[in-house]
C-alpha cells in the first residue's frame, strides 16, 4: 500500500468550502505559476492544454490518458514527498525515492 500523507482543514470560510469555482481558479493560478519554475514547466503546459481538446476523441483519449497523463504523475522530482509503504512481515518503512 502506497500512502502519501498530508492535511486539510475543513471550516466555514475555506475558499474550498464557500466558492469551488473561486477555489479551482486559484488553485490552478498557482499551478501555472509554478510550472514556470520547474525544469519541465513548458512541457506540463502544453500536455495540460491538449488534454482538453483530446477528451472529446473516445480512442484518442483513452491513449493519451494511458501513455502521457499517467507517465507524467508518475515523474518524481527533487521536492517530490515521501512515499510510507507497508510489507506484510516487516511494517512500515519510508520509500526510496
Not at 24 to 35: F, G, K, P, S, T
Not at 41 to 65: D, E, M, N, S, Y
Request: with cysteine; aromatic share 14%.
Amino acid at each position: 500500500m502506497d500512502a502519501l500523507i498530508g492535511g486539510y482543514r475543513f471550516h466555514e470560510d475555506a475558499l474550498s468550502h464557500g466558492n469551488i469555482q473561486k477555489y479551482a481558479q486559484v488553485c490552478e493560478e498557482i499551478l501555472v505559476r509554478e510550472l514556470d519554475h520547474v525544469r519541465w514547466g513548458t512541457w506540463v503546459k502544453l500536455f495540460r492544454g491538449i488534454g482538453p481538446a483530446i477528451k472529446h476523441i473516445p480512442k484518442v483519449r483513452g491513449f493519451w490518458q494511458r501513455v502521457f497523463m499517467e507517465g507524467l504523475y508518475a515523474r518524481g522530482g527533487p521536492d517530490r514527498p515521501p512515499v510510507i509503504r507497508y510489507k506484510l512481515g516487516h511494517g512500515w518503512y519510508l520509500a526510496e525515492k
